[in-house]
T-cell receptor, first 112, second 113 residues
Framework: NAGVTQTPKFQVLKTGQSMTLQCAQD?????MSWYRQDPGMGLRLIHY???????DQGEVPNGYNVSRSTTEDFPLRLLSAAPSQTSVYFC???????????FGPGTRLTVL | AQSVTQLDSQVPVFEEAPVELRCNYS??????LFWYVQYPNQGLQLLLK??????LVKGINGFEAEFNKSQTSFHLRKPSVHISDTAEYFC???????????FGAGTRLFVKA
């Protein structure tokens, strides 16, 4: 039982490049989320999904796309990277009846 | 809608001293409350949670938190901290029946020898 896995751990992009951050969970959780973490701002919700085929925007969705074709996978796509997207990105899945979240180890992204 | 305010961005404390990290929340519905801890260069992990019942909740590593409905607070406490408690602590709230979780900005706890 690996929990929530994220790849890559580190990534450097140039402005304008696109890429996909991968997230997978093996706990059969329906609800998954993507957050970005910036100093002094806590975690901000980018996008979330309540099940396969269903996604919705969070607090800071601009510049990001998501899809949820399976229960296990929830990739985050950066369409055209900007320096403002330099951040640490966390994927989480929510399980049980009480909304406990399980976090991946994070992806540290730098956009030059 | 819910919101969370962590009242201290940084808390320095000496080893073996007590500590309190403060958290206030607002919500128009019943909530679940959480404290998560993030050690350097790691993801977040659950420290403790309040769902219902007793207002004093005990978590891992000797931490506890008290839910105060009238003051809409959920402060985290530990009677004697260790160097290894140095980390960032996040208070979070989730509406009962919903899935969205709102996080506070975090409190960085520094434990000094």
């Amino acid at each position: 039982n690996a929990g929530v896995t994220q790849t890559p751990k580190f990534q450097v992009l140039k402005t304008g490049q696109s890429m996909t951050l991968q997230c997978a969970q093996d706990m059969n959780h329906e609800y998954m989320s993507w957050y970005r973490q910036d100093p002094g701002m806590g975690l901000r919700l980018i996008h979330y999904s309540v099940g396969a085929g269903i996604t919705d925007q969070g607090e800071v969705p601009n510049g990001y796309n998501v899809s949820r074709s399976t229960t296990e996978d929830f990739p985050l796509r950066l369409l055209s990277a900007a320096p403002s997207q330099t951040s640490v990105y966390f994927c989480a899945s929510t399980g049980g009846s009480y909304n406990e979240q399980f976090f991946g180890p994070g992806t540290r992204l730098t956009v030059l | 809608a819910q919101s969370v305010t962590q009242l201290d961005s940084q808390v320095p404390v000496f080893e073996e001293a007590p500590v309190e990290l403060r958290c206030n929340y607002s919500s128009s519905v019943s909530v679940y409350l959480f404290w998560y801890v993030q050690y350097p260069n790691q993801g977040l992990q659950l420290l403790l949670k309040y769902l219902s019942g007793s207002t004093l909740v005990k978590g891992i590593n000797g931490f506890e938190a008290e839910f105060n409905k009238s003051q809409t607070s959920f402060h985290l406490r530990k009677p004697s901290v260790h160097i290894s408690d140095t980390a960032e602590y996040f208070c979070a709230v989730s509406g009962v029946g919903g899935f969205k979780t709102i996080f506070g900005a975090g409190t960085r706890l520094f434990v000094k020898a």
